[in-house]
């Protein structure tokens, strides 16, 4: 039976155009995402993303089952969930 270890996303890895890399908690990850919602029209964002009301709920579904967001041509936000103690 796999430990409950390997489903916990506590910590990100994230790339960002132009940024150094980042290592970010759940809830840092969570207030980036929303930003950078908040910068992106409605009609930009992806048919599953529009269905939600709320910047919170689009950043709390990303985090659950994305691991991108389209920013824009040419660029990029990518994370990743690790694993920082052994």
């Known amino acids: 039976m796999p430990d409950s270890i390997m489903y916990q996303q506590d910590n990100f890895l994230v790339l960002e155009t132009d940024q150094p890399e980042q290592f970010l908690t759940t809830d840092e990850l969570l207030d980036k995402l929303k ?5 992106i029209s409605d009609d930009q964002l992806s048919p599953d993303l529009q269905k939600f009301a709320s910047v919170d709920t689009q950043a709390k579904y990303l985090i659950d089952t994305s691991c991108e967001l389209d920013v824009g041509p040419g660029k990029y936000l990518q994370w990743y969930a690790i694993r920082l103690e052994k």
């Open 35 to 39: 930003l950078v919602l908040e910068t």
